[in-house]
């Protein structure tokens, strides 16, 4: 694993990256994403020159025609196995981070499963539109500010897992 100052460094900068894209208003999400690391968890390759060249394969993709037409006609069942496998391999990282907590305490098993429950439940719940209703407060950007952050699963299960 990378040492403690090199994931400390990389968690300021992904800060202030987000924070001068805010300032800037690219109009665009900017953060890392957790396939990027269920990529990395199954290829060992985290290299600085591996991103690189796969940034400028995409730029190039993008720029050249006739390769995102190769892609676009990627079949529907194709693409939804790639992602079955993608998202598998993130859950798997992403519970082979708990071996380094002690799960014969019952307190660690309850805080895993409820924020595991509440991140399934609580997004799925927030997409019905009958529970619209529910978090009627009068204030309408304040209820989507609601309905934006309880809509995503890893918001709702941090939040649970922390406080």
């Known amino acids: ?5 090199a994931l400390n460094r990389g968690i300021l900068l992904e800060g202030v990256g987000c924070f001068l894209a805010g300032a800037c208003g690219p109009g665009l999400g900017v953060t890392s994403y957790s396939e990027n690391i269920g990529a990395i968890g199954l290829t060992k390759v985290g290299s600085r020159r591996v991103i690189c060249c796969s940034a400028i394969l995409m730029i190039l993709m993008g720029v050249i025609g006739k390769i995102g037409v190769l892609f676009a006609s990627i079949p529907a069942p194709i693409i939804g196995g790639m992602y079955m496998v993608m998202f598998g391999i993130v859950t798997a990282v992403g519970i082979s981070n708990l071996r380094f907590i002690d799960l ?13 429950y509440f991140g399934v439940v609580v997004p799925m719940w927030i997409s019905d539109p009958s529970s619209a209703a529910a978090i009627a407060t009068g204030n309408s950007e304040f209820d989507q500010l609601v309905r934006v952050l309880f809509s995503s699963g890893m918001i709702v299960g941090a939040a649970i897992a922390c406080f």
Do not use: A, H, L
């Not at 014969?104 to 595991?116: H, L």
């Open 1 to 5: 694993p990378p040492p403690k100052y």
């Open 104 to 116: 014969t305490c019952s307190r660690n098993v309850f805080i895993v499963g409820i924020s595991i």
